[in-house]
T-cell receptor
Framework: KAGVTQTPRYLIKTRGQQVTLSCSPI?????VSWYQQTPGQGLQFLFE???????NKGNFPGRFSGRQFSNSRSEMNVSTLELGDSALYLC?????????????FGEGSWLTVV | AQSVTQLDSQVPVFEEAPVELRCNYS??????LFWYVQYPNQGLQLLLK??????LVKGINGFEAEFNKSQTSFHLRKPSVHISDTAEYFC????????????FGDGTTLTVKP
């Protein structure tokens, strides 16, 4: 079974631009969550989607948004990029929205804002 | 609200020595606890998790962790480490009040020296 796939793996954007990151969950997984990872800050929860609806949201500004499609694939978008948005963005999937479920991570999308 | 504190940001240890990575959590409700490992340029993968039952949990690669409810701790241990265990380790917590969201600690970098 294929793992969580994230694209692109690496990208460089200019301050003020926007970016869209894509995530394909493991087949059959319906919950997709996104995390931002930066040195010293660990993993910060962005949001979680289940059945095409955002179910949970972290403390990020409205520039960060996402969506989920009917096939459970998800995208996240960051508008008006700032230098501080440079980070590894990790997507994770799990079969259901139960807190004891293992979540399976992709390898992440490295975003550099210059 | 949940929180996770990993008490050591960096742990250097010699090969074949024992190691303990410390994790304390805070939550007002019953929790599920996880340890994940991240190798360079990869996503996170599950080492072990505590859901209920026996407080000693065994995971992959010879790691184990003990849940201590009175001390709100979930420390990770390995009796003899290998060079290949060099990685970043994350403790995480989830509960039913925030299904779909896991809260992670800031990570502990384990460096195994020959």
């Amino acid at each position: 079974k294929a793992g969580v796939t994230q694209t692109p793996r690496y990208l460089i954007k200019t301050r003020g631009q926007q970016v869209t990151l894509s995530c394909s969950p493991i087949s059959g997984h319906r919950s997709v969550s996104w995390y931002q990872q930066t040195p010293g800050q660990g993993l910060q929860f962005l949001f979680e989607y289940f059945s095409e609806t955002q179910r949970n949201k972290g403390n990020f500004p409205g520039r960060f948004s996402g969506r989920q499609f009917s096939n459970s694939r998800s995208e996240m978008n960051v508008s008006t990029l700032e230098l501080g948005d440079s980070a590894l963005y990790l997507c994770a999937s799990s079969p259901r929205r139960e807190p004891g479920n293992t979540i399976y991570f992709g390898e992440g999308s490295w975003l550099t804002v210059v | 609200a949940q929180s996770v504190t990993q008490l050591d940001s960096q742990v250097p240890v010699f090969e074949e020595a024992p190691v303990e990575l410390r994790c304390n959590y805070s939550s007002s409700v019953s929790v599920y606890l996880f340890w994940y490992v991240q190798y360079p340029n990869q996503g996170l993968q599950l080492l072990l998790k505590y859901l209920s039952g026996s407080t000693l949990v065994k995971g992959i690669n010879g790691f184990e962790a003990e849940f201590n409810k009175s001390q709100t701790s979930f420390h990770l241990r390995k009796p003899s480490v290998h060079i290949s265990d060099t990685a970043e380790y994350f403790c995480a917590v989830s509960d039913y009040t925030n299904a779909g969201k896991s809260t992670f600690g800031d990570g502990t970098t384990l460096t195994v020296k020959p």
